[in-house]
């Protein structure tokens, strides 16, 4: 049997009522999951009270810590890999491709960058200290031990890492670069889109280009701020949407499969170590196929 400890694990607390056993509260709990699938997770070992694991018959008991395991039936494989940039006791660094979540949500949860990484180095202690969208390619820096993690999520929650991205957009020849593009964005409809809003600007975004060729720039992005969906929401509201985004400027059909990615990619994070005082930069190598000529030339 797989350890519980190593697979993507949900967490709540026992509420009080009146049900004799915990598989009757997970019945009524999670109506949409019938209580023949609970029964068999319970017999497989992958649901917990209070770090121990349990069987069918276990008694309901108000207050304690319910540990269980998220599966989803015919969960698609994502048919690309990730790379391990770096790896120390207290970090790792990812790069992440193109389609591949980076924490468990709906559908994809064994399918996900988290779960793909704690199976790979035996660490099931590892959390992402931050995201990116399952579109969009690149690093993402992992907390590898409890000890050491307040360290560096501070890093990102005081904006001390310096993030550089790479994005193929349409050309924007009325501009001259580099450029900041300084807006309000708030929420939008549907309610995983953002827009840009008249107020104060609460997004920054420092914008140059790499490589030009005639309906196609690389663009280099550099995000100040780290509002959701960003660097995408500027780029259209330039007036060039980056390619294969589905969701901006306007929101499209999208279709099932891997033919058509987001041309984003988190390309470079640069911070000092808050342990080791070292300064720390990390590259992806991974390719966003532009084809474009140098922004000299």
């Known amino acids: 049997m797989e350890c519980m400890h190593f697979q993507p ?134 907390s590898a031990r409890p000890s050491s993690r307040d360290a560096y999520t501070r890093l990102f929650r005081e904006r001390r890492i310096a993030k550089v991205y790479e994005a193929i957009a349409a050309p924007l020849p009325g501009c001259v670069f580099p450029l900041e593009r300084a807006t309000c964005i708030e929420r939008g409809e549907p309610f995983f889109r953002m827009r840009e809003a008249e107020g104060q600007a609460n997004a920054f975004t420092r914008i140059d280009v790499l490589a030009r060729e005639a309906d196609r720039w690389l663009y280099r992005l550099e995000p100040v701020t780290g509002r959701k969906h960003q660097l995408r929401v500027h780029m259209a509201g330039l007036g060039a949407p980056i390619e294969g985004d589905p969701y901006y400027p306007v929101l499209r059909e999208v279709i099932e499969g891997f033919d058509d990615p987001l041309r984003l990619l988190a390309r470079e994070l640069r911070f000092t170590d808050p342990l080791s005082g070292e300064a720390r930069v990390f590259r992806s ?12 030339t």
């Open 9 to 142: 694990v949900s967490k709540l607390v026992l509420p009080p009522g009146g049900w004799q056993t915990l598989l009757d509260f997970l019945e009524a709990r999670f109506p949409s999951i019938p209580r023949p699938v609970w029964a068999d997770r319970l017999a497989r070992g992958m649901v917990a009270v209070d770090g121990a694991i349990v069987g069918g018959d276990a008694p309901y008991v108000a207050g304690a810590l319910l540990a269980y395991r998220r599966e989803v039936a015919d969960e698609p494989r994502i048919p690309f890999e990730e790379t391990i940039v770096y790896c120390d006791q207290d970090i790792v660094v990812a790069d992440k491709p193109h389609f591949l979540p980076v924490m468990p949500a709906g559908r994809h949860v064994e399918e996900t960058l988290s779960v793909r990484l704690a199976r790979r180095l035996g660490n099931p202690d590892l959390v992402a200290l931050h995201r990116l969208d399952r579109d969009t390619a690149g690093l993402v820096v992992f």
């Open 285 to 296: 190598e991974r390719n966003l196929q532009h084809g474009a000529r140098s922004a000299s």
